[in-house]
């Protein structure tokens, strides 16, 4: 069974640093793309960030670049987000997503953690 | 990249059909059969219901299909029961270095 368990969110001060985690089993993770995609509170899905099935390639949304950095390691069949410079429009769940390459479908996500930017 | 254009709401009663549009462009929606379409409850995390258009995963009910026209993707939800009440996103893939845009999502309400 495909599992997807993220950690690491909490209450952060803006400016302030988290990193996140997505911890996979069931299915072979060092072949699968990865995402990251988060939610605000009452609002809409939105693509955060990818990697690929090895990490030497990552893409990130506009609102992020330069702040977020997305990696894995696959030895340990996990994936990281780390946020610095936290904004209050950070505030969101954030959710980690497998990924079918071909068609860019999120076919498993993790159940979400929930990061609070506030002072 | 804006996002796919769904309503904000659609309803209807137990039983009938219901169709959720996604409309965009055709450097997403229009130019590939890469549209998915995910079901999210509250406090939930979002469940893929179709991929590619109009495939099904595995032990997601034939009630539910999809299709295009165009520029617009559709899921159509047939037989309407209690339990399809949640939000619904599509996706699609785009031809940006982003791959991926979502819908801003339709809340069903179960009459």
């Known amino acids: 069974e495909v599992q997807l368990v993220e950690s690491g969110g909490g209450l952060v001060q803006p400016g302030g640093s988290l990193r996140l985690s997505c911890a996979a089993s069931?299915?072979?993770?060092?072949?699968?793309?990865m995402h990251w995609v988060r939610q605000a509170p009452g609002k809409g899905l939105v693509w955060v960030s990818r990697?690929?099935?090895?990490?030497?390639?990552?893409n990130y949304a506009d609102s992020v670049k330069g702040r977020f950095t997305i990696s894995r390691d696959n030895a340990k069949n996990t994936l990281y987000l780390q946020m610095n410079s936290l904004r209050a429009e950070d505030t969101a769940v954030y959710y980690c997503?497998?990924?079918?390459?071909?068609?860019?479908?999120?076919?498993?996500w993790g159940q979400g953690t929930l990061v609070t930017v506030s002072s | 990249q804006s996002a796919l254009t769904q309503p904000a709401s659609v309803s209807g009663s137990p039983g009938q059909s219901i169709t959720i549009s996604c409309t965009g462009t055709?450097?997403?929606?229009?130019?590939?059969?890469?549209v998915s379409w995910y079901q999210q409850h509250p406090g939930k995390a979002p469940k893929l219901m179709i991929y590619?258009?109009?495939n099904r995963p595995a032990g997601v009910s034939n009630r539910f299909s999809g299709s295009k026209s165009g520029n617009t993707a559709s899921l159509t939800i047939s037989g309407l029961q209690a339990e399809d009440e949640a939000d619904y996103y599509c996706?699609?893939?785009?031809?940006?270095?982003?791959?991926?845009?979502f819908g801003g999502g339709t809340k069903l309400t179960v009459l």
């Open positions: 590619d258009v109009s």
């Open positions: 996706s699609s893939y785009i031809s940006s270095s982003t791959l991926v845009v």
């Open positions: 069931g299915f072979t993770f060092s072949s699968y793309w």
């Open positions: 055709s450097s997403d929606v229009g130019g590939y059969n890469y």
């Open positions: 990697i690929n099935s090895d990490g030497s390639s990552t």
């Open positions: 997503a497998r990924v079918e390459m071909a068609t860019i479908t999120h076919d498993y």
